[in-house]
């Protein structure tokens, strides 16, 4: 059974820095496209950043050169560090998981990240 848990947001003030976390068991983000995205208040959920099993990413505009995506193959855990945050960050961060064949889609429950001073 696949399971995404995201760790590591919080209130953060603008301008400042907080890593996500996202620690998968079932399946293998080394050989998986794992994503992270976002869901504001009143908003459609959105992706933020993606790393493919062969190590690329993209990035949405909104977020390019202050974000990044990462993973941890040993950890088997993906992470999103995220620098110089706007108000406009706010949101809940969900981290996707999807594996081959079928593909086959899974989600974590979401961490809250707030930006406010």
């Known amino acids: 059974q696949v399971q995404l848990v995201e760790s590591g947001g919080g209130l953060v003030q603008p301008g400042g820095s907080l890593r996500l976390s996202c620690a998968a068991s079932?399946?293998?983000?080394?050989?998986?496209?794992m994503d992270w995205y976002r869901q504001a208040p009143g908003k459609e959920r959105e992706l933020v950043a993606r790393?493919?099993?062969?190590?690329?990413?993209n990035y949405a505009d909104s977020v390019k050169g202050r974000f990044t995506i990462s993973r941890d193959n040993a950890k088997n855990t993906v992470y999103l560090q995220m620098n110089g945050l706007k108000s406009e960050d706010t949101a809940v961060y969900y981290c996707?998981?999807?594996?081959?064949?079928?593909?086959?889609?899974?989600w974590g429950k979401g961490t809250l990240v707030t930006v406010s001073s």
């Open positions: 996707h998981g999807r594996t081959l064949p079928g593909p086959r889609d899974y």
């Open positions: 079932g399946m293998l983000v080394s050989i998986n496209a």
């Open positions: 790393i493919t099993g062969s190590g690329s990413t």
